[in-house]
T-cell receptor, first 112, second 115 residues
């Protein structure tokens, strides 16, 4: 079946450090891939998405590239800020658009 | 726009009581989702509606859970009777269109504690 696996946290980084949060998926066909972010005390919000292989989603300095050959959608940011402290969720929508799956979430804390 | 509105924000109840969670989606959105978030199981999709019709309720844990969407601007998730293992944060989300891959806008959640 379809599923999303993301690296376990928590992750703690110093301000301006490089961030990578790994996400791999299992799905048939061509799913759509997403990163959602949840700031403390809030609901989730879409950070970026990619709908086909080799697409790169980007927003607020974050990037992720849809790699079908490695079934991955790793989230990266070159220089994190304290305000990026949040929980990040990788997610997948199946090709038919009938199912939606979230990963378990990775907590990120950025310290000054 | 006010965004997705959920009420109550916090609910504390005793085992066996009925609990009703409420959601008002963003105006103009025609898909609505209910999620449950716990430390153990993460974020789970319970049910989603399109144009007020339940499309997939396979995530609803058991018969104690029921969801309704009587009109485009209101939905409820009911647990009867509630159990301590139902303690979680329940999120409602809405999106435009019919495709589940469209961007979902989440409410702030309802934190439910069942004693």
């Amino acid at each position: 079946g379809n599923s999303v696996t993301q690296m376990e946290g928590p992750v703690t980084l110093s301000e301006e450090a490089f961030l990578t949060i790994n996400c791999t998926y299992t799905a048939t066909g061509y799913p759509s891939l997403f990163w959602y972010v949840q700031y403390p005390g809030e609901g989730l919000q879409l950070l970026l998405k990619a709908t086909k292989a080799d697409d790169k989603g980007s927003n607020k300095g974050f990037e992720a590239t849809y790699r079908k050959e490695t079934t991955s959608f790793h989230l990266e940011k070159g220089s994190v800020q304290v305000s990026d402290s949040a929980v990040y969720f990788c997610a997948l929508s199946d090709q038919e658009g009938n199912q939606f799956y979230f990963g378990t979430g990775t907590s990120l804390t950025v310290i000054p | 726009d006010a965004g997705v509105i959920q009420s109550p924000r916090h609910e504390v109840t005793e085992m066996g009581q009925e609990v009703t969670l409420r959601c008002k989606p963003i105006s103009g959105h025609n898909s609505l989702f209910w999620y449950r978030q716990t430390m153990m199981r993460g974020l789970e999709l319970l049910i989603y509606f399109n144009n007020n019709v339940p499309i997939d309720d396979s995530g609803m844990p058991e018969d104690r859970f029921s969801a309704k969407m009587p009109n485009a601007s209101f939905s409820t998730l009911k647990i009867q009777p509630s159990e301590p293992r139902d303690s979680a944060v329940y999120f409602c989300a809405s999106s435009r269109g019919h495709a589940i891959r469209n961007e979902q806008f989440f409410g702030p959640g309802t934190r439910l504690t069942v004693l």
